[in-house]
C-alpha cells in the first residue's frame, strides 16, 4: 500500500513540475524529436562514399595541397611531392592560382591534417570512390557535416521560435526543413554562417531601435559574414550592399538619434567584415591583379551572356523548360503536356540541355566552344590591356555580349529567378522506408514550389510595413536570390544556402496570419 502510495506522490510531483516548467519541458522534448527524425533520416549520410558537393573534386585537391605543402593550388602538371624545399617555396610564391573561395577547402584540409595516412595518396584520393584511405577520412568529414547538418535544424527551430513564441509552429517548420535541408556540404556550412549572420545582424541593428549599439553583436554579424564569404564567394559584394541599405534606411527612418546609430552599425559590421576578408582580396590582387576573393565571375557572367544569345522562342520555351520537376506530378506535367503543346521553333529545347556539347548554351561555354570564348579569344589576341590574362578576357567578353544584348539579359532575370523557385528533393541518403514519413514528404513536395516565391512577397510585405528591422533578417538571403537570377543561370543548388531563412520566414508569417485571423474571429465572436 505504501508502495502504491509513494508512486502516486512521485506522479503528482512530475505533474506539478511540469505545470510549473510546461514550456521548458515541452521545449526539450521537441529538441530530442527534432534530433531523433534528423539521425533516423540522415545518419545514413555517413556511408563513406564520394562527398556530395558541387565541385568536390576540385576543392578536394585543393584541401590536399593546403593540408600537405601549405599551398593554395590546383596544378595536376606538377606533381608536388617531387619538389624540395627550396623549389615549394618557390613554387608558394610564383602560385596565382585563385579560381575558388577558400573556406570549403580549408574545412576539407582540417581533417587531412588530422590523417597523416594521407601523404601516402595522390591529391585525389578523397574523390576515389574505393579507396580505403579515402572512405575513412570521408567519413570523418560526413560525421562532422552531419552534427553542422544538426544544428542547421535545431537553429531554424530556436530562431523561429525567437521570432514567434509559437512552439508548436516552430516545430512545424523544423519537420518540414529536415525533408529539405541540403546534403550539399558546402551549402550545410554556407546555410549556418548565413543563417547566423542575418539574425546577429537583425539583433544588431534591432537594438539600434533604443539608441543602443551593440558591439558583440556587430563584431559576431561582420566575422560569420568574413567566413561566409570565404566560403561563397557571392556574397563579397553584400558586405558594401550593407552599408548603401544602411543609407537607404537611415532616410528611411524618422527619428535621428535612431537613424544615426543604424548608420553606424551597418559601417561598422561592414568594416569588421573588411578587415578579415582583405588579407585574401590583397593577396589576390598581388598575384592574380584581381582585388576578388576568387577567380570564377568571369565563366559565371560568360555563361549568362551566352544564355543571353538564346532566340525569343527560347526565352518564352525557357519558361516551361525551367518549370519545377518537383514533385512528380510537375515533371509528368512539363513533360508529357507543356513541352509537346509549345515547342521553341529552330532549335527546340536542345540547347537547354547541360551536356549539349554542340550547341548547348551551357556547356559550349564551359567546354570553351561558345560565342562568348571566341570573342574572348579574338580580345586576348588583339586588346594588349589584358596582358594575355585569359580571366579578364572573357570577364570582357561576357560584358561586352550582355551589354550587346542588354534586353535580353535584363528579360532572362524573370526566368532565372523563376527557375530559383525549385528546391531540390535531399532524399539520396535519407532511410525512406517508414510509410508514414514517406506520405510526410510527398506533401511537403506539392507546396515546396510555392516556398521561394511565399519569401519574395513577405519580404515586399515587411518593407511596405516598414519592418525595416525585420527585414534586415530577409535581405542578405534576398541579396543571393537577386544577384543569382541577374548575374548567373541559376542552377537549383544556388538557392540551398539561404533555405534556413526561406523557412524561418515561412514561420514568421504563418505566424502573423495566424494572430490576424484568430483577432478577426475573436471580433466575430464578440459581435455576435
Given at each position: 500500500m505504501n508502495y502504491k502510495n509513494e508512486i502516486s506522490d512521485i506522479f503528482k510531483k512530475l505533474s506539478e513540475l511540469y505545470k510549473k516548467n510546461n514550456r521548458k519541458i515541452n521545449y526539450l522534448i521537441i529538441i530530442f524529436l527534432l534530433i531523433g527524425l534528423s539521425l533516423y533520416l540522415h545518419l545514413p549520410y555517413i556511408n563513406g562514399d564520394r562527398l556530395s558537393a558541387a565541385d568536390s573534386n576540385g576543392y578536394e585537391y585543393l584541401a590536399y595541397n593546403i593540408a600537405r605543402y601549405g599551398i593554395y593550388a590546383v596544378d595536376t602538371d606538377i606533381?608536388?611531392?617531387?619538389?624540395?624545399?627550396?623549389?615549394?617555396?618557390?613554387?608558394?610564391?610564383?602560385?596565382?592560382?585563385?579560381?575558388?573561395?577558400?573556406?570549403?577547402?580549408?574545412?576539407?584540409?582540417?581533417?587531412?591534417?588530422?590523417?597523416?595516412e594521407m601523404k601516402t595518396q595522390s591529391p585525389s584520393f578523397l574523390d576515389e570512390q574505393d579507396n580505403p584511405i579515402g572512405k575513412k577520412v570521408r567519413k570523418k568529414i560526413q560525421a562532422v557535416t552531419l552534427l553542422l547538418m544538426l544544428i542547421l535544424i535545431l537553429s531554424v527551430f530556436f530562431i523561429t521560435y525567437k521570432f514567434t513564441s509559437q512552439l508548436l509552429l516552430s516545430f512545424i517548420i523544423s519537420i518540414i526543413f529536415i525533408f529539405s535541408v541540403p546534403l550539399d556540404l558546402k551549402c550545410i556550412l554556407s546555410g549556418n554562417m548565413l543563417m547566423w549572420h542575418s539574425y546577429f545582424l537583425y539583433l544588431a541593428l534591432k537594438k539600434t531601435e533604443k539608441k543602443i549599439l551593440n558591439i558583440f553583436y556587430v563584431f559576431i554579424s561582420g566575422l560569420l559574414l568574413a567566413l561566409l564569404i570565404y566560403t561563397k564567394a557571392i556574397y563579397q559584394y553584400w558586405f558594401i550592399l550593407i552599408i548603401f541599405s544602411g543609407f537607404v534606411f537611415f532616410i528611411l527612418i524618422k527619428d535621428n538619434k535612431k537613424r544615426v546609430h543604424f548608420l553606424k552599425t551597418s559601417i561598422l559590421i561592414s568594416v569588421i567584415t573588411f578587415f578579415f576578408i582583405s588579407p585574401w582580396l590583397i593577396r589576390n590582387k598581388i598575384k592574380a591583379d584581381d582585388f576578388s576573393i576568387s577567380g570564377r565571375k568571369g565563366v559565371i557572367l560568360a555563361i549568362r551572356a551566352e544564355y543571353s544569345t538564346m532566340t525569343w522562342g527560347e526565352y518564352f520555351g525557357s519558361f516551361i523548360h525551367y518549370?519545377?520537376?518537383?514533385p512528380e506530378y510537375l515533371f509528368r506535367f512539363r513533360e508529357n503536356y507543356l513541352k509537346k503543346l509549345y515547342s521553341p521553333p529552330v532549335y527546340g529545347y536542345r540547347r537547354f540541355d547541360r551536356n549539349n556539347t554542340d550547341d548547348g548554351l551551357y556547356r559550349t561555354v564551359k567546354w570553351s566552344k561558345g560565342k562568348v570564348n571566341k570573342l574572348a579569344n579574338k580580345l586576348l589576341e588583339e586588346d594588349e590591356s589584358l596582358n594575355g590574362n585569359p580571366e579578364k578576357a572573357i570577364t570582357k567578353a561576357a560584358k561586352i555580349m550582355l551589354k550587346e544584348n542588354w534586353f535580353k539579359h535584363l528579360?532572362?532575370?524573370?526566368t532565372f529567378g523563376y527557375r530559383g523557385f525549385t528546391i531540390r528533393n535531399s532524399y539520396t541518403y535519407i532511410n525512406m522506408k517508414n510509410e508514414l514519413l514517406n506520405k510526410i514528404k510527398l506533401i511537403i513536395e506539392l507546396f515546396k514550389?510555392?516556398?521561394?516565391?511565399?519569401?519574395l512577397i513577405t519580404s515586399i510585405f515587411l518593407f511596405i510595413k516598414k519592418k525595416y528591422y525585420m527585414l534586415f533578417f530577409y535581405l542578405p538571403a534576398l541579396y543571393c536570390y537577386s544577384i543569382h537570377a541577374f548575374a548567373t543561370h541559376f542552377?537549383?543548388?544556388?538557392i540551398e544556402s539561404i533555405l534556413p531563412i526561406i523557412f524561418i520566414s515561412l514561420g514568421i508569417t504563418s505566424d502573423y496570419f495566424f494572430l490576424k485571423f484568430k483577432k478577426f474571429f475573436s471580433k466575430k465572436s464578440i459581435k455576435n
Open positions: 606533381d608536388l611531392s617531387l619538389l624540395n624545399k627550396a623549389q615549394l617555396k618557390d613554387y608558394k610564391k610564383n602560385n596565382t592560382y585563385y579560381k575558388r573561395d577558400p573556406g570549403y577547402s580549408i574545412y576539407l584540409a582540417l581533417f587531412l591534417l588530422f590523417s597523416p518549370l519545377s520537376g518537383q528579360m532572362l532575370t524573370f514550389v510555392f516556398f521561394v516565391p511565399f519569401f542552377i537549383p543548388r544556388y
